[in-house]
């Protein structure tokens, strides 16, 4: 749920005006910015779809509907399973207990994927979500981590039953236009929400009175650092620090001391009602539900799910890896919301620019210095994150599409595309190049991010599509492990209506901008 909250100034292409100090406002000449002067644009397709609400009540309760038929479909399904599955030349134990050693070794992709999804725009949303609608929206975070792991997990088996990315795969068995097709969607998604997350480094950078140039030089250098060794190993340990400074908004949550037992009672029984019609509370669900799919992040799994040699023996580990980073993305935003519908419940953050909209709510829970490192943590930890695993995408696919039309052995099949000096070049232009964009403001950071929000909701279906097929192709995978019978209906459903509501929400955004 990569969803975006950015500001646009009537007078300005910046994201964020110059910062300031709301704390001692009343004692500066510093000026103070209003709604009058500034438009709030709320969730990555723009949240101004009040009139859509009524017609969509029942997602939820489809959503929980779908979800019980998946659970019983793929029982279903290891049951048949069990009776005439052969067996394959990985020797998969697919019934075996966790072993928690081998899931040491095992674990990684999914949670680095999954953490980088809770990048600073997803912050921004329920950041502004707690602060407008108090508890009410915790049990639509739980009601998401179904849909983010079903989606994730697809990839996961077309990764290590064929050793491919989706990219190459498409091509193999796709032929060459449709596998073409998906390259030019890739890059095109992969460069732009590249931007997209520079853009946040550079929100980051200011309320620390760093400019675009140095904030994006410095993200493009140290992501750099990471990579040029070469070691997919450095690279994964590097990923899952940065996303291990999202810890800080759990910290956050128990600090501001919500009420446990009302946050509790709001999952079972959400106080939708309660939340006064000017929170525009259908919106944000639609938002959440529509953008929890972001294409980038089936480019990197399948592709970090080979790189780190994973077999058909570590699939049962793998979906694990994954169920787990989906279950802890969803609970990093849920601390975020709580910590906002505590810490602003009453306070109109849409009059604040992006830094404030954390540093006004949190100052007085942690005090002014403690406050920023704790957001330097965080909010620059997840953009970071996002960075890396949107550029290891792009360019870990067209390395291995590559080689495989050179004739040549793809170095991402045997673990060593990281090595690749084509794969480096390739991840340091995807940096350097979303980089210049985004510093010199050459399209206006605005304006990109309404473009990348229309793009991300127009080609995620079709992205989606393509993942889908390959699951579920006899010629694609095997039997055992290709998603068939209810629960592959249930998987069909489910991101039918968050492809539906994508396309919906992406060209609504666009008509309402005129």
């Not at 106080?271 to 972001?294: C, K, Q, R, Y």
């Not at 170095?411 to 979303?434: D, E, I, R």
């Amino acid at each position: 749920m990569t969803i975006g909250l950015f500001a646009r100034l009537e007078q300005s292409n910046r994201l964020v005006p110059p910062r300031m100090s709301m704390i001692d406002q009343a004692s500066s000449a510093l000026p103070r910015l209003t709604a009058a002067n500034h438009q709030v644009v709320l969730g990555h397709e723009g949240l101004q779809w009040m009139h859509m609400w009524h017609h969509f009540r029942w997602l939820p309760l489809f959503f929980l509907g779908v979800i019980v038929a998946m659970v019983a479909g793929h029982r279903l399904v290891r049951w048949g399973g069990r009776h005439d599955a052969k067996g394959d030349d990985d020797g998969e134990k697919e019934h075996s207990a966790v072993n928690f050693v081998q899931l040491a070794k095992v674990l990684g992709p999914g949670l680095m994927v999954c953490l980088a999804d809770s990048d600073i725009g997803g912050l921004f949303t329920m950041a502004q979500a707690g602060s407008r609608t108090g508890f009410a929206l915790v049990f639509m975070q739980f009601l998401l981590i179904p849909v983010l792991y079903v989606v994730q997990e697809m990839v996961v088996r077309i990764g290590v039953c064929r050793k491919m990315g989706i990219v190459c795969l498409a091509w193999t068995e796709m032929g060459k236009f449709a596998g073409g097709v998906l390259t030019v969607v890739m890059v095109i998604l992969g460069i732009f929400a590249t931007m997209s997350e520079f853009s946040g480094i550079v929100a980051v950078g200011e309320m620390f009175g760093l400019s675009a140039v140095q904030s994006c030089a410095g993200a493009t250098a140290l992501l750099t650092a990471v990579v040029l060794p070469g070691r997919y190993g450095l690279v994964e340990q590097v990923g899952l620090g940065l996303g291990a400074c999202l810890c800080v908004f759990l910290v956050t949550a128990i600090i501001c001391k919500p009420p446990w037992s009302e946050v509790a009672m709001s999952l079972v029984w959400p106080p939708i009602s309660n939340v006064p019609a000017s929170a525009n509370v259908g919106e944000i669900i639609l938002a959440n539900i529509g953008t929890v799919v972001t294409p980038w992040m089936l480019f990197y799994q399948a592709s970090a799910t080979v790189e780190k040699q994973l077999c058909v023996a570590d699939l049962k580990l793998a979906r694990l890896d994954t169920l787990l980073g989906s279950v802890v993305t969803q609970l990093v935003m849920c601390a975020v919301l709580v910590t906002f519908a505590v810490q602003a419940k009453g306070l109109d953050l849409q009059t604040l620019d992006m830094g404030q909209v954390f540093l006004v709510p949190l100052q007085p829970l942690l005090g002014p210095t403690f406050t920023k490192l704790m957001l330097a943590c965080g909010l620059l930890g997840s953009s970071l994150l996002a960075t890396l695993v949107i550029s290891l995408g792009v360019a870990w696919n067209l390395t291995e599409l590559r080689n495989h039309q050179a004739g040549k052995h793809a170095p991402n099949a045997t673990g060593k595309a990281t090595g690749s000096p084509m794969f480096q070049a390739l991840f340091v232009a995807t940096l350097a190049f979303s980089a210049v964009v985004v510093s010199s403001d050459l399209i206006g950071i605005m304006r990109l991010n309404i473009l990348i929000q229309l793009l991300n909701g127009t080609l995620m279906p079709l992205v989606v599509g393509y993942v889908f097929f390959l699951a579920t192709c006899s010629k694609v995978m095997p039997k055992e492990h290709r998603l068939r019978g209810p629960y592959a209906l249930a998987v069909a459903s489910m991101v039918g209506v968050c492809s539906g509501l994508a396309l919906w929400l992406a060209f609504s955004s666009l008509v309402a901008r005129g």
